[in-house]
């Protein structure tokens, strides 16, 4: 079988939903993801998606790592 060259990952904002709710083994996943990004609409989905001050900070914490 021949293996497809992925040049870039976008991260989609169900799959950091899933992160924040928890989701260990998919953050492992993510993180070791090469070439992965997040687009500004995901960005701001994620941002809007905040439901408290708190939770904002967390997401711009862990986007800023990206």
């Given at each position: 079988?021949?293996?497809?060259?992925?040049?870039?990952?976008?991260?989609?904002?169900?799959?950091?939903?899933?992160?924040?709710?928890?989701?260990?083994?998919?953050?492992?996943?993510?993180?070791?993801?090469p070439n992965s990004?997040?687009?500004?609409?995901?960005?701001?989905?994620?941002?809007?998606?905040?439901?408290?001050?708190?939770?904002?900070?967390?997401i711009l914490r862990?986007?800023?790592?990206?």
């Amino acid at each position: 079988m021949e293996k497809i060259f992925v040049e870039k990952v976008l991260i989609d904002t169900c799959i950091f939903i899933d992160i924040f709710r928890g989701n260990r083994e998919l953050l492992e996943e993510i993180i070791n993801l090469p070439n992965s990004f997040v687009n500004s609409i995901v960005y701001m989905e994620l941002v809007q998606g905040a439901r408290n001050k708190a939770e904002l900070e967390k997401i711009l914490r862990f986007l800023k790592r990206r």
